[in-house]
């Protein structure tokens, strides 16, 4: 229940008194609507049924001004009335209607936004906890069925108020019958609250299965090249041909129950009309418009207690999706980067790094749990306008070291520096302003060259990027493509090749000026010539900017300024490229002796 009243709030905040305003609109059709119930039973009374002087109720005495009129003007009147009233009633519905269309709508989009900006606050610790599938499934699946519950409870509420009215009027004209027929359904209810509870459980198992389907899905085709190059294509197939059956079992067993459900209401509900007017036929001798009467509230009542029960079966199945969300907005919450607002962010002036960027006595592992350190009292000055290079094996902590830099990570002991200042959340996101960071496999979206450049410097004239494409070496082969800066380079730039693809990227970053260039492997997946071209464009910049480049092949790096070597999590060594291949002994020159067959013109 109590996910549920947090997204309720959430919609009163959204919405505010024009929710209301669509409640006491419902209220005001459902009145409408018992007001033209009344005016029917006059016209009973007209066409002669209920003249059999068995009621005698008050509620007759109410229409007793319609006896001194001719009868024909009475029955025009009471049918004028009618008329006017079911109108009136369907032009306000229509009007609610639409306003409720436009707040579910408005509201759908107001959560995904607040969702989404959560998520985008959120540090790095979060993502590398998350599978990104399930975040997508979270901004789709999940929102569509909190934003139906949330409405659906809305409509419960509604429909209660309307049936709570229904039964003022009922008791009105009959007590004892309405008390009987109130009774009855809070037995039903009572007997029925196990759907509930499978409804649940049911829910539980869409979210499992849909999150398993996105979560599939999303690796199949980030993965496609590998399905296809190592033929797995049948194997994957099969997955998803198992997924489907899952779903349809869990599709029928759905149906299944809430047929069942819907079963149990029609029968419980034959069975007590029946009774209810055996009952007051053969021992009360109840005739005419009392029994009329009976099944008036019969039919009027009941439809409105299914309603309820099956709005109570939705939000039953909808609380799993609740409670996923109201857990990933805390957690998002948890794991908020900084206190800024992403408006905030954009007045954030960028840090010119003077001097160093420093680890003083840095540890760090990624979860409590963890026995071994991903890095171990890290010492290391990164300085500014330098080429800083990272070695070392496979999980030796180099892509920790830079996420630490990049205050990405934060050490559980030991700090970073940034010119002798603490790095904390007042200077952050002031250093993350001057990073550019290019991994081995950068994100190039699925646009035209001009717009994957613009994504980092949104104001960039086209003069400013053909600059950026020419220091990146990248501006040949972009003239020679057919549109130029607008061809569009498909999903992840897959139009291009792996070597443009990085010159583009490289462009791109150089067009936002960063103070701090950060390259993780970035040329590790290139041929010998793409290298060596990305590299004559580094050593162009060397010592325009700060630079922190980690690389496995050790060619790469031959003219850093100094290379910090590490090795399970702490630094082995720290020097000059020369000095530490003359270190025979070091893991330095372990790493390059392995190499030395494969690097061109390398000294041994
Ligand atoms: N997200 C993570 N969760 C838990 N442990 C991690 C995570 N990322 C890395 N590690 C662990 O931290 C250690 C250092 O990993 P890191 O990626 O920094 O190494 P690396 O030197 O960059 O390796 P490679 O050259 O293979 O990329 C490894 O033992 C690795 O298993």
């Known amino acids: 229940m109590k996910p549920l009243l947090f997204f309720v709030k959430r919609i009163h905040a959204y919405a505010g008194k024009v929710l209301y305003v669509n409640l006491f609109g419902m209220t005001a059709i459902s009145f409408i609507e018992g007001f033209a119930l009344l005016l029917l039973i006059p016209l009973l009374g007209m066409v002669g049924i209920g003249n059999d002087g068995s009621s005698g109720s008050s509620w007759?005495?109410?229409?007793?001004?319609?006896?001194?009129?001719?009868?024909?003007?009475?029955?025009?009147?009471?049918?004028?009335?009618?008329?006017?009233?079911?109108?009136?009633?369907?032009?306000?519905?229509?009007?609610?209607?639409?306003?409720?269309?436009?707040?579910?709508?408005?509201?759908?989009?107001?959560?995904?936004?607040?969702?989404?900006?959560?998520?985008?606050?959120?540090d790095w610790n979060f993502f590398i906890r998350r599978r990104k599938s399930d975040l997508i499934h979270s901004l789709t699946d999940e929102l569509g069925r909190v934003t139906n519950g949330t409405f659906v409870f809305l409509q419960f509420v509604g429909s209660a108020v309307f049936t709570l009215i229904q039964i003022g009027i009922a008791l009105w004209l009959s007590p004892m019958?309405?008390?009987?027929?109130?009774?009855?359904?809070?037995?039903?209810?009572?007997?029925?609250?196990?759907?509930?509870?499978?409804?649940?459980?049911?829910?539980?198992?869409?979210?499992?299965?849909a999150r398993t389907y996105i979560g599939g899905m999303t690796d199949h085709f980030n993965g496609i090249k590998d399905i296809k190059s190592n033929m797995l294509e049948r194997s994957r197939y099969e997955w998803l041909q198992e997924w489907?059956?899952?779903?349809?079992?869990?599709?029928?067993?759905?149906?299944?129950?809430?047929?069942?459900?819907?079963?149990?209401?029609?029968?419980?509900?034959?069975?007590?009309?029946?009774?209810?007017?055996?009952?007051?036929?053969?021992?009360?001798?109840?005739?005419?418009?009392?029994?009329?009467?009976?099944?008036?509230?019969?039919?009027?009542?009941?439809?409105?207690?299914?309603?309820?029960?099956?709005?109570r079966e939705q939000i039953a199945s909808a609380v799993p999706a609740f409670k996923n969300l109201t857990e990933l907005l805390a957690s998002c919450s948890s794991s908020q980067e900084v206190a800024s607002t992403l408006e905030e962010r954009n007045d954030i002036e960028s840090i010119r790094l003077q001097h160093s960027l420093e680890c003083v006595n840095v540890s760090f592992r990624y979860s409590q749990e963890d026995l071994e350190y991903a890095l171990k009292n890290i010492n290391a000055t990164i300085r500014a306008n330098e080429t800083t290079a990272i070695i070392g094996r496979s999980g030796a902590g180099k892509s920790t070291l830079i996420d630490v830099l990049m205050g990405l990570l934060r050490p559980e002991r030991g700090e970073v520096l940034v010119d002798g200042i603490p790095l904390t959340d007042g200077n952050l996101l002031s250093l993350r302003q001057a990073i550019s960071y290019i991994p081995q496999d950068p994100f190039l979206f699925n646009g035209t060259i001009?717009?994957?450049?613009?994504?980092?410097?949104?104001?960039?004239?086209?003069?400013?990027?053909?600059?950026?494409?020419?220091?990146?070496?990248?501006?040949?082969?972009?003239?020679?493509?057919?549109?130029?800066?607008?061809?569009?380079?498909?999903?992840?730039?897959?139009?291009?090749?792996?070597?443009?693809?990085?010159?583009?990227?490289?462009?791109?970053?150089?067009?936002?000026?960063?103070?701090?260039?950060?390259?993780?492997?970035?040329?590790?997946a290139l041929d010998a010539e793409n290298e060596a071209s990305i590299q004559a464009v580094l050593e162009r910049l060397k010592g325009t900017m700060t630079m922190i480049v980690v690389a496995h092949r050790l060619s790469t790096i031959r003219n850093a300024d100094q290379v910090i070597v590490l090795d399970h999590g702490s630094i082995v060594q720290t020097g000059q490229f020369d000095q530490l291949a003359r270190e025979r002994d070091g893991v330095f020159a372990g790493l390059l002796s392995r190499q030395a067959q494969r690097i061109d013109n390398f000294p041994a």
């Open 450 to 524: 001009r717009e994957n450049m613009q994504l980092m410097a949104s104001g960039a004239s086209e003069q400013d990027m053909w600059e950026a494409l020419s220091d990146a070496s990248a501006q040949k082969f972009v003239e020679r493509l057919p549109q130029g800066l607008d061809t569009v380079i498909g999903d992840r730039g897959i139009r291009l090749s792996g070597g443009e693809r990085q010159r583009l990227v490289l462009a791109r970053t150089l067009l936002r000026k960063p103070s701090i260039l950060v390259l993780d492997e970035a040329t590790s």
């Open 244 to 311: 489907s059956e899952d779903i349809s079992r869990e599709r029928f067993e759905f149906a299944k129950l809430r047929m069942k459900s819907q079963l149990y209401y029609k029968v419980s509900q034959s069975i007590i009309v029946a009774a209810f007017i055996f009952m007051t036929a053969s021992w009360f001798h109840v005739q005419g418009s009392q029994l009329l009467l009976v099944i008036l509230i019969f039919s009027r009542l009941w439809p409105r207690f299914t309603e309820l029960q099956s709005h």
């Open 60 to 122: 007759l005495s109410l229409f007793d001004f319609l006896k001194d009129m001719p009868e024909s003007n009475a029955l025009a009147l009471i049918l004028v009335a009618y008329v006017l009233l079911m109108v009136g009633q369907s032009l306000l519905y229509r009007s609610l209607s639409l306003r409720d269309i436009r707040i579910h709508t408005g509201f759908i989009n107001h959560l995904r936004l607040e969702i989404y900006r959560a998520i985008l606050q959120s």
């Open 177 to 209: 019958l309405t008390l009987f027929v109130l009774a009855c359904g809070l037995v039903i209810a009572y007997l029925s609250r196990a759907f509930a509870t499978k409804f649940q459980a049911l829910g539980n198992r869409t979210s499992e299965l």
